[in-house]
């Protein structure tokens, strides 16, 4: 056993820790929270909690001197980014493992990590030794909704840990409990002593795991009411949320409380995490909130030329495969973004995959510019005139089109945007050749008539289309 000392036991690993430290001049920020990891079997074993396939892209946040980095680099991940924020920590990353194939070092600061390039190089997985004084604002930049982490591992202050995790009727479950595990699976793996980081921190560490919060099985629900409505119930614990609560125009609380299966004199910390989505529901005044879609819409049926020919139910149509019509739209921002919009795994087709920014199908009767105009109110919030709408081109139907004849078009906008959470379950802007790069990385991640409009767009060309069935 090592000597032991005030800075804890003293280990090949310290003492190696402790000259590269001295040799670079590097003293650890105690504002920043700098505490460098120098237990070998335990680095080895929070990476093996990564569970990392050879097919994975890995990101790990603060490499510093590589304590956990030294055991990344050989599971046999296809990409390894380290990013790393100090700028002589950078240099000793860069030494040590910038030679390394796949690897690939990032000096940037990871509160601040632009996530979405890395939606290509899924399945990402996610590591890292979290500073102290910043280790929630990353938690919250990289794994925000959407989010192209598919897992992650994280050391952090143990309380944080504790929180993060927590459940109801835990002293610490609270407004970080809550927004965090509304999409991500939050499980506390074990606790770290200090005397296994240079310098010794002052509290214990822990580590934990996250994975998405699966979809199915909990309600729907928009993120922006839910994050409102916890802020509010969460203001003064000790409060009863009906004293916290903005009024409802429609429902009083004693309803809500009952609808909820809580007590009317129930406080913020008694709630399970699906009696806040269901209360952030009753709050969504989105009119479309709970309608996916509704399989007895009526559509036209067309012919080969896109003549209609007779009317049939949305139902009907798409389980015989019949011709129709649909529109797709590209939003475009000031920047030259192209919002993309995630489907909900409520949809009757291609669920949980991404789109075009709004698209719909044309009701009976309908023309393309006045379905394109409606579409856009419906799916964004975007109120607008079929003049500011520009033609990109037609896409006959198609396999990929689900034997849609669809025409696409681009519109610039310059607000906000807001979508029924029963048929948009998220979205991001993308800039264009970030969406190029996508779709040929990972077409698997998009609807078929998103990657047909895509290409007339960026190409001019269309697939040739052959008859149905």
């Not at 906008?413 to 807001?418: F, I, K, Q, V």
Request: aromatic share 8%; glycine share 8%.
């Amino acid at each position: 056993m090592g000597k032991k000392s005030k800075h804890g036991t003293t280990t090949p690993e310290r003492q190696a820790a402790r000259r590269v430290m001295k040799e670079r001049e590097i003293d650890p920020s105690y504002g920043m929270g700098q505490n460098f990891m120098t237990d070998a079997t335990v680095a080895s074993w929070i990476v093996d909690q990564l569970e990392v396939r050879p097919g994975d892209s890995v990101m790990e946040i603060g490499p510093g001197m590589g304590a956990l980095t030294e055991h990344l680099v050989k599971k046999g991940a296809r990409r390894v980014i380290l990013v790393e924020k100090d700028d002589k920590l950078v240099e000793v990353v860069r030494e040590k493992y910038g030679h390394l194939p796949g690897v690939t070092i990032l000096h940037a600061d990871a509160v601040r990590l632009d996530m979405r390039p890395y939606f290509k190089e899924q399945p990402l997985k996610m590591l890292g030794a979290l500073p102290y004084s910043c280790g929630t604002e990353i938690i919250r930049n990289c794994l925000k909704n959407p989010s192209p982490v598919q897992r992650a591992v994280f050391t952090l202050q143990k309380e944080v840990c504790l929180k993060l995790s927590a459940q109801p009727g835990d002293s610490l479950y609270g407004l970080l409990s809550l927004r965090q595990q509304a999409r991500w699976q939050v499980k506390f793996l074990r606790q770290l002593p200090p005397d296994i980081f240079v310098p010794r921190p002052a509290v214990d560490s822990g580590v934990i795991a996250m994975e998405p919060r699966p979809r199915v099985g909990m309600p729907v629900f928009d993120e922006a009411v839910l994050d409102r409505v916890l802020a509010s119930g969460f203001s003064q614990r000790r409060k009863m949320l009906r004293n916290l609560l903005p009024p409802h125009p429609a429902m009083p609380w004693e309803e809500m409380a009952a609808a909820l299966g809580v007590l009317v004199t129930a406080r913020a910390q008694e709630l399970t995490l699906r009696q806040w989505v269901e209360l952030a529901n009753i709050f969504d005044s989105h009119a479309l909130k709970g309608n996916p879609q509704r399989g007895e819409e009526i559509f036209d049926v067309v012919n080969d030329r896109n003549e209609v020919i007779r009317q049939e139910m949305r139902r009907v149509v798409h389980a015989e495969g019949l011709w129709h019509r649909a529109v797709h739209l590209f939003v475009r921002n000031p920047a030259g973004d192209i919002f993309l919009q995630k489907r909900s795994h409520l949809k009757d087709s291609k669920p949980e995959k991404w789109d075009s920014s709004a698209s719909g199908h044309l009701d009976s009767g309908e023309d393309y510019l006045t379905s394109a105009v409606r579409e856009l109110e419906e799916e964004l919030g975007i109120k607008t005139t079929a003049s500011r709408l520009t033609l990109l081109g037609t896409v006959p139907a198609c396999p990929g089109t689900g034997w849609e004849f669809v025409e696409c078009f681009l519109t610039d906008w310059d607000g906000g945007l807001h979508w029924p959470v029963s048929e948009i379950e998220t979205g991001q802007w993308f800039s264009v050749e970030e969406i190029d790069a996508w779709t040929a990385a990972r077409p698997e991640d998009f609807a078929d008539g998103f990657l047909e409009c895509w290409r007339l767009w960026r190409t001019g060309k269309t697939r040739e289309s052959p008859a149905p069935g």
